[in-house]
């Protein structure tokens, strides 16, 4: 099927740039393809990896967004109802896109990767057991940040990925399995060399923006000491920030992590409270971020940022 797609593309391509305004039927050869759909960009990001040319990966979660205060496009809901397969990361992170009715025809079709995974709680479902805060992020069903540890990603999170993508294309199943090994054989690698980066460090308690870390921090022996966000999508009230101040106190923290998507103003003032400096932390990246680009440019990026702001230099 590639010759055919190799002649037809540019001639799909003007076709397009004549009709004007295309409809779904008539913009060319690219919307023949395939649609894999993703919550998120680090998850989709490997899928790509997986399944080659002939598929069209859309992330539903635009770049810069967070999944606790995102809302969902009419033209996302069209993705997921055409996707061949659509992966999602689930315990809550992502349920915005299927919990809209429109979404139910396409169930059938949808991936939860958590799904299996004893989920690590959140401190906050410790203290305020079974209550709903009605915002989406991560209440109740523990903490969702799977995809930012590659061991679990590669023992985990990939096997879910071939089931689902060899069950949507089926006479792909030997090169999804064979690319499906190496990218096995790379998460492994990243998981060392994440090591080797971190391996300096001695101050190994960090305050987080939110408790996105968690996974990270218990697979390389760092400690996520507090959030500053312990409820995506609300502020933290002053008796939060009181208490932090004191884990930071306690645990001699020389920085803030701060992340693109969320929570800019408490960070600038518990930064200022303390007189510490603030390093960015990404938990999701995007294809225009430049050193976050892709899956392992994220996790490389942010292995160094924890060593610029704990008291290292990076590479
Ligand atoms: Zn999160």
Known sequence: MQPRHLAFGAFGLVLALM??????????????????????????????????????????????????TFHVTPQQLRDLRDASVFFMIGGGLDEWLTALPEA?????????????????AEEEDLEEEAHDHGHGHSHGSGNPH???DPILVRDRI??????GLTAAFPEDSDAIGSRASALADSLAALDGEI?????PLEQRAFIATHSAWTYFAARYDMEEAGVIHAHPGQEPSSRDLAALIEVARDHGIPCVF??????ATAV??????????????????????????????????NANQLVRGLGGTGA
Do not use: H, M
């Open 19 to 68: 009709s004007g305004c295309a409809g779904p039927n008539e913009e060319g050869d690219a919307d023949q393809k395939p649609i894999v759909g993703v919550s998120i960009f680090p998850v989709a990001d490997l899928v790509k990896t997986l399944v080659g040319d002939e598929v069209r990966v859309e992330v539903a979660l635009p770049p810069g967004a967070s999944p606790a």
């Open 158 to 163: 990939l096997p879910r990925l071939v089931d």
């Open 146 to 148: 799977i995809w930012l």
């Open 258 to 263: 701060s992340e693109p998507q969320l929570g």
């Open 195 to 199: 090591r080797a980066i971190l391996a």
């Open 104 to 120: 139910s025809e396409a169930d059938a079709r949808i991936v939860r990767l958590s799904d299996g995974i004893e989920l690590l």
């Open 268 to 301: 600038r003032a518990i930064s200022t409270d303390l007189s510490l400096p603030t390093f960015l932390l990404d938990p999701l990246g995007g294809p225009e971020e430049e050193g976050r680009e892709g899956y392992f440019e994220l996790l490389r990026y």
